[in-house]
């Protein structure tokens, strides 16, 4: 997987890119910005929108490939879960 291709905003957990998230708001905060909860955004967003939400034509499509997402999630669970059974 390449960090910032195969996954938006994933990066590897190596000492390179150790702390990266790692960001405060106490300066947005200072400002007057406020932060609402995830599941609102997405009921103001994606559910507003039908559930559908497509890509502008001539741009590549949303979302990975369905082997790609496979292989990430085998990978995910192998991590979380190696006791797992490999089969989905």
Do not use: C, I, Y
Not at 55 to 82: M, N, R, S, Y
């Amino acid at each position: 997987m390449l960090p910032w291709a195969d996954l938006p905003l994933w990066l590897p957990d190596v000492p390179d890119t150790a702390g990266f998230w790692a960001v405060s708001g106490a300066a947005a905060k200072a400002a007057g910005l406020r932060t609402r909860a995830f599941g609102d955004s997405v009921r103001d967003t994606w559910l507003r929108s039908g559930g559908s939400v497509r890509a502008a034509p001539g741009t590549p499509p949303f979302g990975l490939a369905p082997e790609k997402e496979e292989q990430v999630l085998g990978a995910w669970d192998a991590q979380a879960w190696p006791n797992l059974p490999a089969e989905r």
